[in-house]
């Protein structure tokens, strides 16, 4: 007579262990309810966690997003806000990553591929950030600010013909594209440049509308315009904005 494989014989021993002294088995509905209670606890996280970033409260808004992917792993938006507020706090690499969870979870997001690139590009890392841009407007060509910051990556290293077409893809005006290009050379310290833009962007907005897009603009160029004197003249006294 052949011997019982051991698999088999430790079955045995185990059904009959459980005929002879009972086996504890959960009940069918309490995995389910289990569950339900975390998705319950998730749910209240996350809006503790919006009340929090609605407030401006950054630092509590993070805590609670963590305590959602905590609870809830696969929660691919609490992994998306979480990266927004560390970017409001400037811990881009640890928001760059967390947008990277969030798009492994749902790749198919155009507004986190442009999140990712915008970080990317606070760190200057250039070819990363493009490729999430080019990305992003795979996914929603239309999208306006996306098509802003890659702009404004493509001024930044040196395609500012490129950086023009994205401008205009994006739908703002000549003087507001003149404007970014000056604050992308006045990031790289390219005074002169910066200078040339600030001018064509006065020149371009002469209509004289009181728009809020064009109050917008000007603002815009006043800063850029105070930086580069600043920087031309070696001030050290930060401008009064």
């Known amino acids: 007579m052949c011997p019982l494989p051991i698999k088999t014989v430790v079955t045995l021993l ?19 309810a289990a569950n339900r209670s975390l998705q319950q ?28 992917t905590e609870l809830d792993p696969k929660h691919a938006q609490a992994w998306h806000r979480l990266g927004l507020m560390q970017d409001q706090l400037g811990r881009a690499a640890e928001a760059s990553n967390n947008y990277r969870k969030s798009l492994d979870l749902d790749s198919d997001q155009p507004t986190v591929w442009n999140d990712l690139g915008y970080s990317l590009y606070l760190q200057e890392q250039w070819e990363p950030a493009e490729a999430a841009f080019q990305k992003a407007i795979q996914l929603a060509a239309e999208d306006p600010r996306t098509r802003v910051n890659y702009g404004l990556l493509l001024a930044r290293t040196g395609r500012e013909h490129e950086a023009i077409v994205q401008f205009f893809h994006s739908g ?38 009181a728009t809020e897009k064009i109050s917008s603009t000007q603002r815009l160029c006043l800063m850029a315009q105070e930086s580069a004197t600043r920087m031309a003249s070696q001030d050290p006294t930060p401008p009064s904005f």
């Open 41 to 68: 606890k998730s749910e209240i996280q996350f809006a503790l966690a919006q009340s929090a970033e609605r407030n401006a409260e950054f630092s509590d808004a993070i805590l609670a997003y963590q305590k959602v």
């Open 172 to 209: 703002i005006s000549e003087s507001e594209a003149h404007c970014n290009l000056a604050v992308a050379y006045l990031e790289n310290g390219e005074i002169e440049q910066a200078s040339r833009q600030l001018q064509m962007a006065s020149e371009a907005n002469v209509d004289g509308q």
């Open 14 to 32: 185990l059904g009959l262990a459980c005929t002879q002294f009972g086996c504890a088995m959960l009940p069918s509905g309490s995995k389910t």
